[in-house]
């Protein structure tokens, strides 16, 4: 038997707390078992020879999936109840790494790490058109250029979900204690690049 991501995922349990404060238990079940239906099915469509690509495509089939699911029960919400998690994940994200950064050697370190993070993450291997602007002790400056999640979440259905995961990045790097982020425009928002900047406070 299948395991359902859905019931086994707690990032997304604010999600499921407003969608049963609105209708019930039962309404709950049937979105999660049609999300994760919805999720298999679209899984399957790219399959690629590397795991940081399958790990974007996948996210984006999770998302996409339980949204397009929601907004079939409550179109009015389903935007918002989605970034609720989005917002929760990403507060978690930045509360740990605010805990590593009381680390003196981590704090020295950080930009590095983020450069070396960036870009594995966010490089030619996971999809993206990735351009480092300058690098320093104290800054770390890089567009990217192309982004899958725009041609993905475009794919799926839902290219207005494309913004959730531009914000994402927001609600992780956006309440740094020693560190500020800084982005003017993204690719998922209608801009020409995301411009990311990170520099010591």
């Known amino acids: 038997m299948r395991k359902n991501i859905y ?3 707690k990032s997304y349990t604010p999600t499921f707390e407003a969608i049963q404060a609105t209708s019930n238990i039962e309404i709950l079940k049937h979105i999660l078992n049609e999300s994760f239906e919805l999720y298999c099915k679209m899984k399957p469509k790219h399959q690629y020879n590397n795991k940081i690509k399958n ?5 984006s089939c999770e998302k996409a999936a339980l949204y397009l699911t929601i907004r079939k029960y409550y ?4 935007y918002d109840w989605i970034e609720l998690s989005t917002k929760s ?5 930045s509360k ?3 805990r590593s950064l009381k680390n003196p050697l981590m704090k020295r370190i950080f930009l590095r790490v983020m450069k070396k993070m960036a870009a594995f993450v966010f490089g030619e291997k996971g999809g993206f058109k990735f351009k480092w602007i300058s690098f320093s002790k104290n800054e770390a400056k890089f567009d990217i250029l192309d982004c899958p999640y725009c041609l993905y979440m475009s794919e799926l259905g839902c290219p207005e979900l494309t913004k959730i995961f531009c914000d994402s990045d927001v609600y992780a790097y956006g309440n740094l204690k020693d560190f500020v982020f800084e ?4 690719l998922g928002t209608g801009g020409n690049k995301c411009d990311f900047c990170i520099r010591r406070r």
Not at 75 to 78: G, H, R, S, V
Request: hydrophobic share 35%; charged share 10%; proline share 4%.
């Open 183 to 186: 982005r003017t425009q993204t």
């Open 55 to 59: 790990m974007h495509w996948n996210m």
């Open 96 to 98: 740990s790494i605010n």
């Open 89 to 93: 994940q990403g507060a978690k994200t």
């Open 7 to 9: 019931t086994a995922n």
């Open 75 to 78: 179109p009015l919400n389903a």
